[in-house]
């Protein structure tokens, strides 16, 4: 993963509001994210073991840093519902600067 920015979005799927929202707490409780938003009703289309499916779930926008990016796909491995969740990282190479600001103050540096 390159390091081009100290800040990440992680993008993460759930099959229902109750895991959604177990796993956004989780991440906040652990300082691995500063903010979690829960979008509920996205429909995702894909392959699946050689068959198409589609679901109805619930997108994660996760706001956390890149250094705890390691930590942070392993507590949501440890507690998704699905075999192979959904985890894409993507770089914040801009944002408010008082926005990042309160994002450090709410992240663990360890």
């Known amino acids: ?20 929202e177990t796993l956004a707490r989780r991440l906040v409780e652990a300082a ?9 009703g996205v429909k995702s289309v894909y392959s699946w073991q050689g068959e198409l499916e589609s679901a109805t779930e619930h997108l994660l ?6 250094e705890t990016y390691a930590e942070l ?5 440890a507690n998704h519902p699905y075999e192979v969740p ?16 309160w994002m450090d103050s709410n992240l663990s540096t360890d």
């Not at 926008?61 to 890149?66: C, G, L, N, S, Y």
């Not at 796909?73 to 491995?77: M, P, Q």
């Open 86 to 101: 959904e985890i894409v990282s993507l770089s914040i190479d801009a944002g408010l600067p008082a926005y990042l600001a």
């Open 1 to 20: 993963m390159a390091q081009s920015s100290p800040y990440r979005l992680i993008l993460c799927t759930c099959p229902d509001s109750a895991s959604a």
């Open 73 to 77: 796909e392993a507590l949501i491995c």
């Open 32 to 40: 691995l994210a500063a903010c979690v938003n829960i979008v509920p």
């Open 61 to 66: 926008f996760i706001k956390a840093r890149t």
